[in-house]
Each structure stands twice: as structure tokens, then as C-alpha cells.
């Protein structure tokens, strides 16, 4: 790096000169100074200064205090008044998937048949060379509840395996060959009925159509970690810790686990692995219940390090609405007799949080649907009362798009974090959503009742292909936005609103559930999250003050400097 020549300590006390210089350094002090620095901690929120030493701030305060840290030695850089924030957690994101989806096949979205028809047509038709068609997407409301039927595909497409996803990757849509290729037929079971499922006619003909678990383990077939893939997947990461992300939750990566574990530790290896990394295991099928804890344990053996730690068994729980697969309490207008349904039983979930906490292993859950949560939440609050007392672990339960009124206030006292992924709560009820659940549509990922009740509420991206990292939605400063208006980014202020407007989030909730609340749940709060003495020096220096510009030009917030672990890692200090 290249630096600036210091100038003596009185005359920079004198002038109010403050330089960039050596960073990285050993035994090196630097004290950031005429800052708005938001420390995420409560008892001090904002300073104006922060010195650290090396790898840890020593110093959080005002301007002169921090100059009693400072020797002929010392370094000091003056912020200038810009804002400055902890380092970031993404407390739930998919790298692994981002990374090996870079090359699937992209199509316009068109809710007509005929348009949508034409578009995979087109689609097909310009990639004769590929040896099968893997991609997306479609909307799930164009094919009503009995879903998209393989022989539209096999009218473009015979010869080619065809594998569509639909907008929420949550089903896939095959064609007859794909079918064939993997062995997949009509006396295949279905692994959770109304669940995961492999969609039949009324003769029992598969249709093409496969749902959660049983589309996961069908595109398995069909993805593979090569080295493209694996630069793939440092790039993202570079990505996401130029954004001021420094630490993640790898939320899963349904059965090719150990491949993208293997492949982010021989970057950690290689020196090339930006950010700290928290891996899961992805507990999706019902027979890997028994074996599930001691495969977090195989894998982290295997792979972990102090930046790699697999150390969460992540729980698919339940579906989602789009593919009427969430847990309901009530069954779906359009599809009567069905409730969807959840991968275990109340007292499995029970049974799994007693081992976890025996093996010191958190617990992360998908669930969607009212009755998913709910369960979790009794098994929760059965594990207290066998363990008398809270599990020794962090519980984590994401996306709660629909959660019933008296399940809000056991959060806070059963310590469950509440996690979000924020740039979902501007979009607004389609037709297909209001068809499954009625007025129940206008009352979705709602945080505001946690949050009056003092929860740990944390945000994340929750991005599963590199089409959602083009297109920004791993950006936390899109997410921030559109959590606290409620709107999506495109249309500014006169976007429509997702309901309820009350649940437009503040701008400093947003801010602690993606730095400290975040570090809560990967249970690093001691070391991570806060601008506070003692912790490691991550300071995300920021372009512009969030907290003070337009509601809708927040998106357009980025670093202008990331410091990790006292290291700049990305941009400049030279202000």
C-alpha cells in the first residue's frame, strides 16, 4: 500500500491534519477521528471517534479522548464527518447456490401462457449447444394448483433434459427426458405428500412438475462445483465484502453441502476467502434426521477453521405459499383439503433442539407458514422445561411470513431471533398469494410486534442465484430501504406499498439487526456486531449519512472504505 509521510503529532493536534497512512502494519494505532460513527450499542450509539490497535478498537468516544491514544507512532485519519458503521452479517444468504448457478438460463417473466411459452421457445432455441436446459423463471399463479405439465416442454424440447424454476425456486417444471435421465417415475414416492412432492395427473402420471426437497435432490443431478464455479464464489464473497459485509450465514445448500464447503476451504486456504463464514448443514430430507447433527460436526472436522465455522443445522421446515407447500393452519382457498404441511413432528423438533444443544450447535429454521412456526415454537418452549432452562444455544427461525397474533410475544420470551429478509417486504400481494390465503395476503412479514416487544430481530439477503446478485438484492442498503418504506425500489415514492404500512421498520432497527443482532445469532455478539472496546475493528466508512437523506435515495448508500479486523480491504482512506 501507499501512504502518505506523517506529519509530527503537535502539529497535527495544532492544524487538525489527519492522513491515511500504513494500514496493516504490526502494532499499529490508528485513531478515525471527526466521524458520525453509529456503534450499534445501545448504552453509546453515536461517537465521533474510534482507535484501534491492530485488530481491536481500544478507544470509542469523542475526538480528544482519542488523541490520548495517539503517540509519534500512531496513525490518524480524519473521517471528515462521514458516517461510519459496524461490519455487517447477512444472518441468512446461499453463496454456495449463487456461485453455481452462474450459468443458468434467464428468461422474461410473462404471466400469459402464450408469452411465457414463447419466451422458453426462444430460450431453447439460442442454446442448442448446451447438453440440457437448466434455468427459469416462471410464475407460479399462470398454471392454477395443478402446476405446469411436462408436455408443454416436450412439444419445444425432446432430446435435452428441460429444468425450469419457477420465480421462487421453489418448484421446478421438467420435461419428459429430464425425467428419464434421472430415473425419476411414476412409482417414485413422494417424499413428504402436500409437501415435496412429484406431481401427478389423475391417470398418476408424473406431470413434470416437483416441489422443495424432491426439486433439490432432482437439480442435484445436474450441478457440479468447477473451478469456475468456485471463482464464482470468491467473487461473490468479494462482493458482498466490499458492500461492508464482513461476516454471513451460509443459510444451505441442500445436498451438495460437503462440495461447497470443500471448495470455500480451499480458498480459506489459499488465503482468498474475504469474509467470515458461517456454514450449516441443510437438514431438507426426513431420512437424514438421526445422522443430521453428527454431519455438522463431520463437516466442520472436515472444513473448519477460525474464518470457516460450519457450526448451525439448518432446517427446511416447510414450503412456501407460491407453491401452496408453507404450513397453514388453514387450508388454501383455491386447493380445499389442503393445509401444506412441515418436515417433523413437534416432538422431532424437540428431540433435535435437546441434541443440538448437547453438541453446542445452533439451530436455523425455514418456515413460512402460521402452523410451522408454531410448532417450532412449542418445541422451543418444551426444551425449556427439559433442559429447565434456555437451550445453551442460538435458535433462529426465518422469513415468518405468516405468524399467528399470540405466537409474536413468544419470541422475546422464549429468546427465539426473529429473522427477516427485508427486500421481500415491498412486494406486494399478487393474485396468486390472495387466491391461497384471502385477506391473510394483506398481513405478511410483519416484525413490528417483535420489535415493540424487544426481540432480537436480524436481517439477511437470502439470495439463491446469480441473477439476485446482478440484479442487487444481496445489496443490505436495498434491503435497508426497502424495509423501511415498504416499498420496492423501482417507482421511488410512488411505488405501491406492501400492507400493512405500520410495519415500515426504522432506519436504526434495520441497522442493529444487521450488525449486532446479527452477530447475536451466530453467537459472536462478544467479539462482533458493535463499534465497542474490546472488539475486533470492523468500520464500514459510508459515502453518505442514511440516517439523514432521502427515504428513497437510501439504496444508494455504499462504502467508500471497509476495514476488517483493522486491515482496509476495500477502497480508500485518502478522503
Given at each position: 500500500?501507499?501512504?502518505r509521510?506523517?506529519?509530527?503529532?503537535?502539529i497535527?493536534i495544532?492544524?487538525?491534519i489527519?492522513?491515511?497512512?500504513n494500514i496493516?502494519a504490526?502494532?499499529?494505532?490508528?485513531?478515525y477521528?471527526?466521524?458520525?460513527?453509529?456503534?450499534?450499542?445501545?448504552?453509546?450509539?453515536?461517537?465521533?471517534?474510534?482507535?484501534?490497535?491492530?485488530?481491536?478498537?481500544?478507544?470509542?468516544?469523542?475526538?480528544?479522548?482519542?488523541l490520548t491514544?495517539v503517540n509519534?507512532?500512531?496513525?490518524?485519519v480524519?473521517?471528515?464527518?462521514?458516517?461510519?458503521l459496524p461490519?455487517?452479517?447477512?444472518?441468512?444468504?446461499?453463496?454456495?447456490?449463487?456461485?453455481?448457478?452462474?450459468?443458468?438460463?434467464q428468461?422474461?417473466?410473462?404471466q400469459?401462457?402464450?408469452?411465457?411459452?414463447?419466451n422458453i421457445?426462444d430460450?431453447i432455441a439460442?442454446?442448442?449447444?448446451?447438453?440440457?436446459i437448466?434455468?427459469g423463471?416462471?410464475d407460479?399463479?399462470?398454471?392454477?394448483?395443478s402446476?405446469?405439465?411436462?408436455?408443454d416442454?416436450?412439444?419445444?424440447?425432446?432430446?435435452?433434459?428441460v429444468i425450469?424454476f419457477?420465480y421462487?425456486?421453489?418448484?421446478?417444471?421438467?420435461n419428459?427426458?429430464?425425467?428419464?435421465?434421472?430415473g425419476?417415475n411414476r412409482?417414485?414416492?413422494?417424499?413428504?405428500?402436500?409437501f415435496?412432492?412429484?406431481?401427478r395427473?389423475?391417470?398418476g402420471?408424473?406431470?413434470?412438475?416437483?416441489?422443495e426437497?424432491a426439486?433439490?435432490?432432482?437439480?442435484?443431478?445436474?450441478?457440479?462445483?468447477t473451478?469456475?464455479?468456485?471463482?464464482?464464489?470468491h467473487d461473490?464473497?468479494?462482493?458482498?465484502?466490499?458492500?461492508g459485509?464482513?461476516?454471513?450465514?451460509?443459510?444451505g445448500n441442500?445436498?451438495?453441502?460437503?462440495e461447497?464447503?470443500?471448495a470455500?476451504?480451499?480458498l480459506?486456504k489459499?488465503?482468498?476467502?474475504?469474509?467470515?463464514?458461517h456454514?450449516?448443514?441443510?437438514l431438507f430430507?426426513?431420512?437424514?434426521y438421526?445422522t443430521?447433527?453428527?454431519?455438522?460436526?463431520?463437516?466442520n472436522?472436515?472444513?473448519?477453521?477460525?474464518?470457516?465455522?460450519?457450526?448451525?443445522?439448518?432446517?427446511f421446515?416447510?414450503?412456501?405459499i407460491?407453491?401452496?407447500?408453507?404450513?397453514m393452519?388453514?387450508?388454501?382457498?383455491?386447493?380445499?383439503?389442503?393445509?401444506?404441511?412441515?418436515?417433523?413432528?413437534?416432538?422431532?423438533?424437540?428431540?433435535?433442539?435437546?441434541?443440538?444443544?448437547e453438541e453446542?450447535?445452533?439451530?436455523?429454521?425455514?418456515?413460512?407458514?402460521?402452523?410451522s412456526?408454531?410448532?417450532?415454537?412449542?418445541?422451543?418452549?418444551?426444551?425449556?422445561?427439559?433442559l429447565?432452562?434456555?437451550?445453551?444455544?442460538?435458535?433462529?427461525?426465518?422469513?415468518?411470513?405468516t405468524v399467528?397474533d399470540?405466537?409474536f410475544?413468544?419470541?422475546k420470551?422464549?429468546?427465539?431471533?426473529?429473522?427477516?429478509?427485508p427486500?421481500?417486504h415491498?412486494?406486494v400481494?399478487?393474485?396468486n398469494?390472495i387466491?391461497?390465503?384471502?385477506d391473510?395476503?394483506?398481513l405478511?412479514?410483519r416484525?413490528?410486534?417483535?420489535i415493540?416487544?424487544?426481540a432480537?430481530?436480524t436481517?439477511?439477503?437470502?439470495?439463491?442465484?446469480?441473477?439476485?446478485?446482478?440484479?442487487e438484492?444481496?445489496n443490505?442498503?436495498?434491503?435497508?430501504?426497502?424495509?423501511?418504506?415498504?416499498?420496492?425500489?423501482?417507482?421511488g415514492?410512488?411505488?405501491?406499498?406492501?400492507?400493512?404500512?405500520s410495519?415500515?421498520?426504522?432506519?436504526?432497527?434495520?441497522?442493529?439487526?444487521?450488525?449486532?443482532?446479527g452477530a447475536?445469532?451466530?453467537g459472536?455478539?462478544?467479539?462482533?456486531?458493535?463499534?465497542?472496546?474490546g472488539?475486533?475493528?470492523?468500520?464500514?466508512?459510508?459515502?453518505?449519512?442514511?440516517?439523514?437523506?432521502?427515504?428513497?435515495?437510501?439504496?444508494?448508500?455504499?462504502?467508500?472504505?471497509?476495514?476488517?479486523?483493522?486491515?482496509l480491504?476495500?477502497?480508500?482512506?485518502d478522503?
Amino acid at each position: 500500500m501507499y501512504f502518505r509521510k506523517l506529519i509530527s503529532l503537535p502539529i497535527l493536534i495544532l492544524f487538525g491534519i489527519f492522513n491515511v497512512t500504513n494500514i496493516g502494519a504490526e502494532d499499529l494505532t490508528i485513531a478515525y477521528t471527526n466521524a458520525k460513527i453509529f456503534t450499534s450499542n445501545d448504552q453509546t450509539p453515536w461517537v465521533n471517534a474510534v482507535v484501534v490497535k491492530n485488530d481491536k478498537i481500544i478507544y470509542v468516544g469523542d475526538d480528544l479522548g482519542a488523541l490520548t491514544f495517539v503517540n509519534p507512532d500512531s496513525r490518524i485519519v480524519d473521517l471528515k464527518g462521514k458516517l461510519v458503521l459496524p461490519g455487517l452479517t447477512d444472518a441468512h444468504t446461499h453463496p454456495g447456490m449463487v456461485a453455481v448457478s452462474h450459468d443458468f438460463l434467464q428468461m422474461e417473466i410473462a404471466q400469459e401462457r402464450d408469452s411465457l411459452m414463447q419466451n422458453i421457445t426462444d430460450m431453447i432455441a439460442v442454446n442448442s449447444e448446451r447438453e440440457f436446459i437448466l434455468g427459469g423463471y416462471w410464475d407460479n399463479g399462470t398454471f392454477g394448483e395443478s402446476g405446469p405439465h411436462k408436455e408443454d416442454l416436450d412439444k419445444i424440447e425432446s432430446e435435452r433434459p428441460v429444468i425450469l424454476f419457477d420465480y421462487w425456486a421453489h418448484s421446478i417444471w421438467t420435461n419428459s427426458r429430464a425425467l428419464e435421465v434421472v430415473g425419476i417415475n411414476r412409482d417414485t414416492p413422494d417424499i413428504i405428500p402436500g409437501f415435496s412432492f412429484y406431481q401427478r395427473d389423475e391417470s398418476g402420471d408424473l406431470t413434470g412438475w416437483i416441489t422443495e426437497s424432491a426439486m433439490s435432490i432432482f437439480v442435484n443431478n445436474f450441478l457440479s462445483i468447477t473451478p469456475t464455479v468456485e471463482d464464482q464464489l470468491h467473487d461473490f464473497l468479494t462482493y458482498l465484502r466490499n458492500l461492508g459485509v464482513t461476516t454471513l450465514l451460509d443459510a444451505g445448500n441442500f445436498g451438495i453441502d460437503d462440495e461447497t464447503y470443500a471448495a470455500l476451504s480451499r480458498l480459506d486456504k489459499a488465503g482468498r476467502l474475504p469474509i467470515r463464514y458461517h456454514g450449516s448443514f441443510t437438514l431438507f430430507l426426513p431420512q437424514d434426521y438421526e445422522t443430521a447433527i453428527n454431519q455438522v460436526k463431520t463437516l466442520n472436522k472436515k472444513y473448519g477453521s477460525d474464518r470457516l465455522r460450519i457450526d448451525t443445522l439448518k432446517i427446511f421446515h416447510d414450503g412456501v405459499i407460491e407453491t401452496r407447500t408453507a404450513d397453514m393452519f388453514d387450508d388454501y382457498l383455491d386447493t380445499p383439503g389442503n393445509s401444506g404441511d412441515s418436515l417433523f413432528s413437534e416432538e422431532q423438533l424437540h428431540e433435535l433442539i435437546i441434541g443440538l444443544s448437547e453438541e453446542q450447535i445452533n439451530l436455523h429454521v425455514h418456515s413460512v407458514g402460521d402452523k410451522s412456526t408454531n410448532k417450532i415454537l412449542n418445541a422451543v418452549e418444551r426444551a425449556h422445561k427439559t433442559l429447565e432452562g434456555p437451550p445453551p444455544i442460538q435458535i433462529a427461525i426465518c422469513h415468518l411470513e405468516t405468524v399467528l397474533d399470540t405466537d409474536f410475544y413468544r419470541f422475546k420470551d422464549l429468546g427465539v431471533i426473529a429473522s427477516f429478509t427485508p427486500a421481500w417486504h415491498g412486494n406486494v400481494a399478487d393474485h396468486n398469494i390472495i387466491a391461497a390465503i384471502g385477506d391473510k395476503a394483506l398481513l405478511q412479514m410483519r416484525a413490528q410486534p417483535m420489535i415493540a416487544d424487544d426481540a432480537v430481530i436480524t436481517f439477511s439477503s437470502d439470495i439463491t442465484s446469480t441473477q439476485g446478485w446482478k440484479d442487487e438484492q444481496a445489496n443490505p442498503y436495498y434491503g435497508i430501504q426497502i424495509g423501511h418504506n415498504r416499498q420496492p425500489i423501482e417507482g421511488g415514492p410512488n411505488a405501491r406499498y406492501a400492507p400493512p404500512r405500520s410495519e415500515r421498520i426504522r432506519l436504526d432497527t434495520l441497522v442493529y439487526g444487521y450488525t449486532i443482532n446479527g452477530a447475536r445469532q451466530l453467537g459472536r455478539a462478544h467479539e462482533l456486531g458493535s463499534i465497542e472496546v474490546g472488539k475486533q475493528a470492523d468500520l464500514v466508512i459510508m459515502n453518505q449519512n442514511l440516517f439523514d437523506v432521502n427515504r428513497y435515495d437510501v439504496h444508494k448508500t455504499k462504502p467508500e472504505a471497509v476495514i476488517m479486523d483493522g486491515e482496509l480491504v476495500h477502497g480508500s482512506l485518502d478522503f
